[in-house]
């Protein structure tokens, strides 16, 4: 399930509270974790074309976004609204 971050509540908060499923381990995928679900995206068929958060931090107000129309990856300021896609186990 796609979520837009509340810019506000940040994305980290955000994973962090999913009860999917009725599971409450669910938290951001780092970089590399995001990348992996990028490449078996079209099999998973559950992702909004646009920019994910991951918790992998670039300096202190930057974070990795991952593009999932594009596949691109950029260092985007901590304040931008992006999707977020918690996961549990990778």
Not at 45 to 50: E, L, V
Request: glycine letters at 8%; charged letters at 15%; proline letters at 2%.
């Amino acid at each position: 399930m796609a979520m837009l971050a509340n810019c506000e509540t940040g994305a980290a908060n955000i994973a962090s509270a999913y009860n999917g499923g009725g599971k409450y381990d669910w938290f951001l995928p780092s970089a590399e974790e995001l990348n992996q679900l990028y490449k078996i995206r079209n099999a998973l068929g559950i992702f909004a074309s646009g920019n994910y958060w991951s918790s992998t931090e670039v300096a202190a107000n930057y974070g990795k976004a991952h593009a999932f129309n594009t596949g691109f990856v950029s260092f985007t300021l901590k304040k931008t609204c992006a999707h977020v896609r918690p996961i549990r186990a990778f």
